[in-house]
């Protein structure tokens, strides 16, 4: 019987502590949070590094979260391009990739 008492006694508090607190939980939700949830919206569609590049300047509250800078695979495959487009070789081929890659 006692444990019984005990275990009554516990739900009892237990409900009445969430009683008074769900009125806490129930405010409206912080200009932070508005954010996230704004900007997580917006990043519908957006994965991998590209959302985390979206999320981090959006929630800094950046300008229309600027896109994305270009990859460092993707300045690969371009430099890569060009060199292969100006039919560049050896030493010159190594010194364009070098200064395209930096800038």
């Known amino acids: 019987m006692s444990k019984y008492l005990r275990l009554v006694s516990a739900v009892s508090a237990f409900t009445i502590a969430a009683a008074f607190a769900l009125p806490a939980m129930a405010k409206d939700p912080t200009p932070q949070q ?11 569609g957006k994965k991998g590094d590209e959302r985390k590049a979206f999320m981090s300047s959006c929630l800094k509250g950046s300008a229309a979260a600027s896109p994305a800078k270009i ?33």
Request: proline letters at 0%.
């Open 34 to 44: 508005q954010r996230m949830s704004t900007c997580n919206t917006q990043a519908t």
């Open 71 to 103: 990859t460092q695979q993707q300045k690969m495959v371009n430099c890569n391009h060009d060199a292969t487009a100006k039919s560049l070789k050896g030493d010159a081929r190594k010194s364009f990739m070098s200064t395209c890659l930096k800038g």
